[in-house]
């Protein structure tokens, strides 16, 4: 039986001098409940955004204070479930995201979710694949607003970042102050409009400190693959640091030669965009686990 | 019985000003030879790129004068076969490509066909999917390097440009003056040391000017989805081209409306990098066929 931590537990940035919201041990389960992106402003398709208070938007739920936990520790988090809300909502902010200069109407859908498939405008029929945008640690110094991305995890909107995967994060302070939100039923590699099928929900998750010092972090493991993120004030520079790390941890985790790594990451590895439309944009690195087998290397 | 063009036919700036190699036919079945992006000059481990003649790097295989095509026609490209050839080569340069700031080792990698997958070192084998690197129209005016992308196609290096699939390029000149070369036998997107696995090989294809005035092109099309190619000197730039080319197809040819589009790019579309090494960068936008066809349109 999981811990349930409430989801009126919100925080707004992830940082070091936040009260923690409760005490969690690492091993056990935790039931994190999530509001949406919005708090619960948006219910019905009149719910425009200039209406909304934006005081309360992308909340995440938290802080946790996991035990044992001490900064450069490396805390793996692994996603059991993501549970998704009977509807999602998405807006378009004239002025805001990908298409921001030239969407001049503000609007908001509201889609029904029809067993594992999202409606939308009764039209088309979406098949779920529930993730996490907002996840991450306190920064060891300052605070991020939780709508923002960085070394720390936060709003990475990254679609690996979803149930069976594990993503591991440098822990910047005594109790790494864990948290998450933000969860969308569906999005795209990009986010073009600045939101997925927004939804409140709830993740089941466990949290460990593991033995992989200097892990290039944020760090993204699925049964098949491994993935370095990174965010940065533009695409050049996510996409310089994400492809780096991978080769940083290529050479120095799976001790494979950075000649071989830098061809192997232009054979089969995967440059992939999380999304372009925050403060700063994400790009993710995908390596396959395949390949580091036959260099005998195994993450775990 | 397909005509076929010789690989001797090399050519390294797709332009208005060149001799044709040959004119072809409008639904012809056209065997194009192709040489490796090297020319042919690596063969072994010892063939390293401080010995290569750059002023026969990236040879592209025409062009051809096809008849009755006029600047603004929309000309198709069915790729219906690639064949490649029983060896490819990678190689590392220190100081180009993604990794370019810390590889300091030339080295030449040979990697063998053995059925379906290549063997890299002995140690990895990885399954063939043979794509275009280079392809491409004469632009409307001036020169283009074959080793550079564009508006006219070019050195886009899309995976997506593959056997089953369809290219469309907006004709710049009378002729079209077509031509392709550069096969990668495999290539991960990001195409991080600026090469995939370079193989010589030929490209079975027909070409037809279709009725789809003003598509924004490059643009591919696949079984399952359509895509919008984009090139520019930063990723950023490259990234919003192909972001509001798709936006602008979707709206204009399939009748969604901008809202719907949007909304829908940011939920099942998918934005994806093509290469960050050549002289400038190359962003697709994918959007699923499916949801095209719950707004009752099919390309053709």
Chains 1, 2 share one sequence.
């Not at 993740?203 to 010092?213: C, G, K, N, T």
């Amino acid at each position: 039986m999981a811990v349930t931590i409430s989801r009126e537990n919100v925080f707004f940035a992830f940082g070091s001098q936040l009260k923690a919201a409760a005490r969690i041990e690492q091993g056990e389960e935790i039931l994190l409940q999530t509001h949406d992106c919005f708090e619960g402003q948006i219910q019905t398709t009149s719910d425009l955004v200039d209406a909304l208070d934006w005081g309360h938007v992308n909340p995440a739920t938290g802080p946790l204070y996991i035990t044992g936990t001490r900064p450069g520790d490396i805390l793996r988090i692994d996603i059991l479930e993501i549970q998704i809300g009977q509807q999602s909502s998405m807006v378009t902010i004239p002025g805001e995201g990908a298409l921001g200069d030239v969407i001049t109407q503000m609007e908001t859908a509201i889609l029904k979710l029809d067993g594992n498939q999202l409606v939308f405008k009764d039209k088309v029929r979406i098949t779920t694949h529930p993730m996490i945008g907002v996840i991450g640690v306190a920064p060891a110094a300052g605070e991020v607003p939780t709508g923002t991305p960085g070394a720390h995890g936060g709003n990475m909107d990254c679609t690996l970042i979803a149930a069976g995967n594990r993503v591991y994060f440098t822990v910047g302070v005594e109790g790494a102050m864990f948290g998450a939100g933000d969860l969308h039923a569906a999005m795209g590699d990009g986010e073009i409009v600045v939101c997925g099928a927004e939804t409140p929900g709830a993740v089941r998750f466990r949290a460990d400190v593991v033995e992989l010092p200097g892990l290039p972090t944020p760090f993204v493991e699925t049964k098949d693959l491994v993935a370095t993120i990174f965010s940065a004030p533009t695409i050049d520079e996510a996409a310089q640091g994400a492809i780096h790390n991978m080769a940083d941890f290529l050479t120095r985790f799976a001790d494979i030669g950075l000649n071989d790594a830098g061809m192997l990451m232009s054979l089969v590895g995967q440059l992939k965009f999380c999304q372009v439309v925050d403060p700063l944009k994400t790009v993710r690195f995908e390596f396959p686990k395949a390949v580091l087998a036959e260099y005998d290397f195994r993450i775990v």
